[in-house]
């Protein structure tokens, strides 16, 4: 075969493809853990057709099958459940409590982090100050906390192709944004939550971001543009900075 990338790169596309359709059918197909198991079988079988068939069809087929049903599981694992329904009116005050899963970064008068109230379910708290010398909180990942906080559904512009904010946050267990005070009293709970490994992935980045703001003290344009090419921060990037850099 000249192009031997071809028959793997069709059965996965034809793995993802059937179980989108059949998934907007409504018809449930595989679960990840399903999907995982045929791939893992049919991988078993392309192995022994490989090793003592001499079928010309049948080791192609195996492949075919075994990269479809490994599309099918990667549509399943990446496939959202129904969104969580939290108990409150959008722009309710309520006692936000919860792990901190991504450290606080601030810029631009705020601070922004997120909380994982459940597993699965997370909040994008925004924290808003007079002005930059305001002390933001240092919260770090893995701790638990409670505060006040005004809470909001997430929106879309009514704009016919306009970016699916909903989606786009969905996709990260983002359901709910927060706003609240600078000053909010914001308590850290005994305890721990999260993963040690993401706790000193999370420690390095804090400690690069730091040292990126040591080095170029007040200059918002060197700091923003480092951390997004270097860490992947880009919470402090500016959108006109972005259109120059591509343009560039």
Not at 210 to 220: A, H, I, Q
Request: proline share 6%; glycine share 10%.
């Amino acid at each position: 075969m000249q192009e031997p990338l071809l028959l793997p790169f069709g059965g996965l596309a034809a793995g993802i493809a059937a179980a989108t359709w059949l998934n907007r059918l409504g018809i449930e197909g595989f679960s990840p853990a399903e999907g995982l198991w045929a791939f893992v079988a049919l991988a078993l079988i392309y192995g022994i057709a490989h090793r003592f068939s001499r079928s010309r069809w049948l080791l192609p087929l195996c492949l075919f099958l075994a990269m479809m049903a490994g599309g099918i599981w990667l549509e399943a694992a990446r496939r959202k459940g129904p969104a969580p329904v939290l108990n409150a009116e959008s722009g309710e005050t309520l006692v936000l409590a919860g792990c901190v899963v991504d450290p606080p970064v601030f810029y631009e008068h705020r601070s922004r982090f997120l909380l994982e109230i459940e597993r699965g379910a997370i909040v994008q708290v925004s924290l808003y100050f007079n002005n930059d010398t305001d002390p933001a909180p240092d919260l770090r990942y893995g701790e638990k906390v409670e505060f006040e906080a005004k809470i909001r559904a997430p929106h879309n512009f009514r704009n016919y192709g306009y970016f699916d904010y909903v989606d786009y946050l969905g996709r990260k267990d983002i359901y709910w944004t927060a706003s609240a005070r600078g000053d909010v009293p914001i308590t850290v709970v005994p305890g721990r939550c999260g993963s040690r490994f993401e706790s000193a992935i999370f420690w390095i980045r804090t400690g690069a971001l730091g040292r990126l703001e040591r080095l170029f003290p007040g200059d918002t344009y060197a700091n923003g543009m480092l951390a997004a090419i270097l860490i992947g921060e880009t919470r402090k990037l500016d959108k006109v900075w972005t259109e120059h850099f591509r343009r560039t």
